[in-house]
Structures are given as C-alpha cells and as structure tokens.
C-alpha cells in the first residue's frame, strides 16, 4: 500500500488541524493506519492508530482526548482530527501501515512496512 498524508501547516496554539492520509494500491482500504510523529532532535512518537474497520482506537498519551483518528474506507482516507494544539505538538507527521496479515504492534514504529512522506505540523506559541 502506498500512502500520501497531508493537511500539515502552521496554526496557533489552542487551534486545530485535520491531517489526511490517502491510501493507494492492494489492500488500501483493508489496512490498519498508524500516525507518527516527528520533532527536531527527537525520537519519532506514536500519536494514533485506527484498525483496518475503525472498530479499534488507540492514541498516545500526550493526544489523548485532543487529537481524534478516523476513517472513509469509501475513500481509502483515514483523518487524524487535530485540537487545541500546543507548541510541543510541533513535528511531522507520519502515516504508516503495517505489512498484510502481519503481528504489528500498533504504537511500535518499528513493525510498520509502509510509510507515507509526512506533513509537516508547525505551532506557535
């Protein structure tokens, strides 16, 4: 599966963004849909994940009750709902699907086979 995220841009703090992320290819809207993140001198963060139905939710600790994961499967689009965002939110933004059939954890970059190029998520305090 190939993937394309995007909606990135600079915002205030306290405001909002809607990230989205394409995918294309086999299995596009059979895939679990992982996003990451990325700051400057930091090691890449889970943010969010939504299984391959959107019947499975999980998000990292630091978005939690901010940021909310969906998906259009009509559309191979999963959205990453993006409020009341803060400085250290600052970073980009990765989307990333694990290998078919695969074991994959899903706050584990490390078992993710596809990635998007990313979007980059600047805000200002």
């Known amino acids: 599966v190939q993937l394309q995220a995007s909606g990135g841009g600079l915002v205030q703090a306290g405001g909002s963004l809607k990230l989205s992320c394409e995918a294309s290819?086999?299995?596009?809207?059979?895939?679990?849909v992982g996003w990451f993140r990325q700051a400057p001198g930091r090691e890449r963060e889970f943010v969010a994940h939504i299984s391959a139905r959107g019947t499975t939710k999980d998000y990292g600790n630091s978005v939690k009750g901010r940021f909310t994961i969906s998906r259009d499967n009509g559309k191979n689009t999963v959205y990453l709902q993006m409020n009341n965002l803060k400085p250290e939110d600052t970073a980009v933004y990765y989307c990333?699907?694990?290998?078919?059939?695969?074991?994959?954890?899903?706050?584990?970059?490390?078992?993710?086979?596809?990635w998007g190029q990313g979007t980059l998520v600047t805000v200002s305090s």
């Open positions: 990333a699907a694990p290998p078919p059939y695969s074991d994959y954890v899903p706050s584990a970059d490390g078992t993710y086979g596809s």
């Open positions: 290819g086999r299995a596009a809207s059979s895939s679990a």
